[in-house]
Structure formats: C-alpha cells, structure tokens
C-alpha cells in the first residue's frame, strides 16, 4: 500500500510553492516545487527552486477535464488568500469559455469533519489562514480546438501578489461519451445517507436536488455501472429502496416515480449506462423486505417472497422504462450474489418472468466454473452479466496488457482490493483506471468497482453495512470520495484523480485495442503506440515500492499527451462547433454530425477547409513539441494532399522543411 506521507494530490503537474515572505517576493528566494506528489503542509522541506516564469501545466482531451494546483504557503502564515484565473486562450483566439473554469482550495491537511476516508475536499472559498492548495480545474469543451492554450493565475495574500503562468495542453483526441466508454466502472450512491445527512423526506423533491451533485459525479467521471437498490436492509446500508409498492383496487400495484426520477437525473449528465443492477436478493433470506408507500409519501416495510405473481410487474415495468429510453434491456442485471448464491428456486423464477435479465456476481469464486464460448453460467444455472472480484489486478502492464474480447457476453471487474482503500493516496486513484487492464487470475478485467460516493457517517454511524456488514463495499474500499456540502455532495482530490485517471484509461485502452488487429491503423503507428505504452507502464512500475511518476511528474505529463494525441490518430475526434459562432452563421453550414462520425476511420468533421487544415496544422505542431515528428509530418502532408489552397499549406510545407533538417 502506498505511503499517505508520500501521497500524489497531482503528478501531472509541476507544484508550484509560493512561500509569501513579508515583501512582494516569496520567501525562500522564488518559486518552490516540492516534489511530485506532496501534499499542502507535507514534504515541503524536499521543494527545489524554480524559476520564477515556470508554469502550470495541464493535459486534457476535448471534452475532457485537466486540473492543477499551486500550493501557496511555506515557511510562514498565510491569511486573507484570494486567487483568480485570467481567460486561458488558445493559439488561434479561441478561449475556454469563463463556466468551464473552476478555482478550489484544499486546506493544509484532511480537512474534513467527516474524515472517514482520509480525503482532501475541494472547497469553493479560501481558508482563513494558513497554507494551501488552489486548484485550477479546466472542462474542456466539446468545440475546443487541439493545441496550446495560455493564461495565468493570480495569488493574493495580505503580503503581496505572484502571477503563475498557466499551460493547458488540448490534446487532438475527444474522450468518448456514455455507452462508447471502454472503461466500466462502478460508483456506489447512498440515497439513504443523502435524506438522512440533510434531514429531508425521502426520495422528496429537496431529496433529490440533494442527490443530483453525487450523480453529476458519477456521470462526469464515467461511472455507467448503476447500482438500484430494491429491497430493504441489503449491503447497501439502505433502509428504503428505489422502487416501492402501493395497494390498488385489485392488489399491489408497483410505483416507479423515484426510480424514473433517478434516472432522468443520470442520464441529463451520463447518457445510457452499460449495466443497471436491481438489487433483488440477499444471503440468507428466503424472504425480503420492500417499501410500502403509504398516505403523505410514507415509506413502510413489506414483507415480499420470491413469488412470480409480486415480482414480474416489476421486472415487466422496469424493461419498459429502458426500452423507452431507447437503451436496451440487457443492460439489466440482479443483484446481488456473493460467495453465498441465490437458490435454484430464485434463479428459476427470474428466468421465467425476465429471461433478458442477467445477474450480479460479487464473489472470490473459488472452484466456480470458467466462462466458455462467450459466456460465464456457474451453479444454480446463473448467468453472469458482470461479475465484481475482490482482487487486484498486475501492475506495471505496458502494451501487453490483457483487454477483454469485446463479443463476450458477461463482464468482469477488479475491485482493486489494498490499493484502492479508504485510506489510499490521490495517486492510487489516478492510475486505477489504467490498471485495470493488467489483468489477474486468468480474468481480462473491463474497468473497476465498489467505489463509494456519499456513505458518509451519520449521527456517529457509518451507512455502509449497517445491516449487513458480511456484504459492506468491501473491508477496505473507499466509501465517500465525495463529502457534504450545503447544497450536496462535492468533490475531494481523490475524486478529481479518479477521474481524469479514468479518461487516461480510455485513450489507453484505445490504444490497446488498435493494436490487436485494428487494420486501419498502419504499423508505423502501431509502434509508435507500443513504445508510448511501454513507458507508460514503466512509469508505474513500483516493484521496489516507488514509481518512476513520482521523480519525474513532467515525464508523465507528456506521456498522457502522447497517448491522447495517438488515441486521436486511431479515432480523430469530432469537434463541435462553437456556440458563439452558431447564430452569426446560416443553418446550412452549421457543423452536422455524420452518422458514422465516431468510427475509428472518420476523419474530423468540419464545416470550413480552413478550420480542417488549421486543426491538422496544430495538431502537427504538438506532435513535434512531444518528438513524434513521423506523425507529424502525416498531418502535414494531409493538408498539401487533402487542402494544397488554404492558407495553411505554405505554414505546412515550411514546417515539413524544418522538421527534415
């Protein structure tokens, strides 16, 4: 387990100290880095000077996100801090827009007072005094061009002003929406902790304006695995489930508004999940509890057997409900199994009443059959659609990493057991994600779960595993990488590296895939991938409990760069046109979305030859900023070949000479 003393808040950024003496100018002599991944307070005395223009870097892909920090604070107190952004504007004019830019401060220490977790939350205002780390935190939009983007950060303390330089790299790659992820991933949501924390009336309308920043999250960081609890008192923690019950004229009838309304709210921010799992089913219990709405919105328990007759209009109601969405019904699994399974009798009854519904499986699966042809059915004739394993997977994977065959019929997924833990630096967090795909007992993992977002504690107790702590989120995962704030959950560091460690995964999975037998893209290509991909990995190779990331953060910086930049070369992304540009322009030459415009083949979509070439042109320039000058020169030559009349075909004819001598 790595050290929390050492832990990464940021390795894909210089840190940049500013030790506020009592002039204008730092203490200490000028700008102070500490080391990659030190925290505000910790490992200071191993900062190294600087100079004093050096800047923030940031790397994201469009329609990604790239953050940053400058740690403020050294030798001596800090109060009346205040720090503001500039525009961040891009080579060709374009700017970032001012919503899509967020400043946040973390405290000199894991500052919060429900500190379950060890997290370091990231606040909207400054604190009083004392030392601290202001965040840069950049959405990239859809319709941001490639290339580099500059502008500066200004910190104010009550001794004086220092400017920051900022850097934002936009990487020539777009990170993929909704179902088109690669990665599968699975953040746990407690509606119970968040009606419970703020004191409202369950699955009220002020309940889920509560919920809605939690799901927001779990949308923006990729999460598309959704757990529903149905039944009463299961791992969860919960006392209600999501669907409940009500009396009709001609027996029970099923009441699905709270389950639609969670919906709705997950899928304005995620799209289409790519496994919804009803939680059903407990060990031990030939009977359950549901939820009984009664007069005013009251929730009450309903004793429930596995009987046909209560069950089908649920499953019924709920396929209705996907397919109406225009999303499919194989989305949906039941939960949850464990080493302990549901009896054939259970198993049976589901089958007949909703054979497309395969099942969740959180198991060590010991002496359980492999899966064959496609397919993973173990005993009691139960069919795995994702399969959750309490074990970590390889580290170190570079280009030989093991991805799942895409045709398979079921999933599995590494909970990322003693590294991911409560109490597991940002880095662990970062990397979780392209670690993934290491693989591990015989299992080609598709992404990782059982991450909590909200299990805070309430009055003194822990949510998670209440009433049955035989199935909590696992002894050591995370239960709240989010924490509370007045208006719903926000996030912590750990939050913002799992994250963009997610969307890295996806390039890096991209890149993976393109090597096993993608013919579009051409060998030269391919090798540049494998040695991308080699460094990659042996950046976090940490056999002798170090990793190379931690000495050298830039190195890993312009790593992730050029895998997005390679990503982009096997899938060219689509950019967006700009909102500002939209109503001075007739609808007829508006950029409209081909049907096939995400096929690896597409090339990218724009209206205006211009804009083709200039993108090609940038996109060139940050090929050679990264050494991959062959790859550059391709982009270049596209533009002689594809736009010999633009403007930008003298500029690439010049760059192609400079690159030869």
């Not at 202001?134 to 500059?150: D, K, M, S």
């Not at 390679?566 to 939209?582: F, K, N």
């Not at 070439?613 to 020169?633: H, P, T």
Request: proline fraction near 7%; glycine fraction near 10%.
């Amino acid at each position: 387990m790595m050290n929390r003393t050492t832990a990464g808040v940021l390795f894909i950024v210089a840190m940049l100290i500013l030790a506020v003496g009592p002039s204008s100018k730092p203490a200490g002599g000028g700008v102070l880095l500490p080391g990659p991944f030190a925290l505000p307070g910790e490992d200071i005395q191993d900062a190294r000077s600087a100079q004093a223009d050096e800047p923030l870097r940031m790397v994201g892909p469009i329609g990604g996100i790239a953050s940053g920090q400058v740690v403020v604070g050294g030798g001596s107190p800090v109060r009346g801090l205040r720090a503001e952004v500039s525009a961040i504007r891009g080579e060709d004019g374009g700017t970032i827009p001012s919503d899509a830019v967020e400043i946040r401060y973390v405290v000199g220490g894991a500052n919060d007072d429900d500190n379950d977790d060890g997290d370091y939350v990231l606040r909207s205002r400054p604190p009083q005094e004392g030392a601290a780390a202001v965040w840069l935190i950049v959405e990239i939009p859809t319709h941001a061009r490639p290339g580099q983007y500059t502008g500066q950060i200004d910190i104010r303390t009550g001794r004086g002003r220092r400017s920051v330089p900022v850097e934002l790299e936009v990487a020539g790659w777009r990170l993929p929406e909704g179902d088109d992820r690669e990665v599968m991933l699975g953040l746990m949501q407690s509606p119970d902790t968040i009606a419970a924390h703020y004191d409202v009336r369950p699955f009220s309308q002020e309940h889920f304006r509560l919920m809605e920043p939690s799901l927001r999250y779990m949308a923006a960081a990729g999460g598309n695995l959704l757990y529903i609890p149905v039944i009463r008192n299961e791992h969860m923690g919960n006392d209600d489930g999501l669907i409940h019950w009500r009396r009709g004229r001609q027996g029970w009838e099923v009441d699905f508004s709270a389950f639609e309304r969670y919906l709705d709210i997950y899928a304005e921010h995620g799209g289409e999940p790519k496994a919804l799992a009803l939680i059903v089913w407990r060990p031990g219990r030939d009977d359950v509890e549901v939820n009984e709405r009664v007069g005013q919105g009251r929730l009450e328990p309903l004793e429930a057997s596995y009987d046909a007759d209560f069950w089908k209009p649920l499953m019924d109601g709920v396929r209705q409900r996907v397919r109406s969405r225009g999303w499919d019904d194989s989305i949906i699994l039941l939960g949850t199994g464990w080493d302990s399974r549901p009896s054939e009798e259970v198993v049976g009854m589901f089958k007949d009443i909703a054979p497309y519904a395969r099942w969740l499986i959180f198991s060590h699966m010991r002496g359980d059959p492999s899966p064959r042809d496609g397919r993973h059915v173990i005993e009691n004739d139960i069919e795995i659609g994702v399969l959750e394993v309490p074990y970590p997977p390889n580290r170190g994977r570079g280009a030989n990493m093991n991805l799942p065959d895409p045709d398979n019929e079921y999933v599995h997924l590494t909970t990322h057991r003693g590294r991911v833990t409560i109490n597991a630096e940002p880095f662990a967090f970062r990397i979780a994600g392209e670690e993934t795909f290491g693989g591990g007992r015989g299992r080609r993992h598709s992404g990782f779960s059982r991450i909590g977002l909200d299990f805070w504690s309430v009055d003194g107790r822990r949510v998670i595993g209440r009433h049955d702590r035989q199935h909590n989120l696992y002894r050591f995962n995370p239960r709240a990488i989010l924490k509370p704030g007045e208006d719903g959950a926000r996030p912590t560091v750990q939050a913002l590296m799992l994250r963009e460690g997610v969307q890295e995964a996806e390039a890096y999975a991209l890149l993976g895939r393109a090597l096993q037998g993608d013919s579009s893209v051409s060998d030269d290509v391919k090798d540049e991938i494998r040695e991308v991909l080699d460094r990659r990995g042996e950046m976090r190779d940490n056999d002798d409990d170090s990793m190379p990331a931690r000495e050298d953060p830039d190195a890993y910086l312009q790593v992730s760069l050029e895998m997005y930049n390679l990503a982009g070369q096997v899938r060219p992304p689509r950019i967006d046109q700009s909102p500002a540009a939209e109503p001075s322009q007739p609808d007829e030459q508006r950029q409209q979305d081909p049907p096939d415009a995400d096929t690896p083949t597409q090339r990218p979509q724009q209206d205006d030859p211009q804009d083709q070439s200039r993108s090609l042109y940038v996109l060139a320039q940050n090929y050679i900023d990264a050494g991959m000058d062959e790859l550059a020169r391709r982009n270049l030559q596209r533009i002689l070949d594809e736009y010999p009349d633009s403007e930008w075909a003298e500029k690439a004819r010049e760059l192609m000479e400079q690159i030869e001598d």
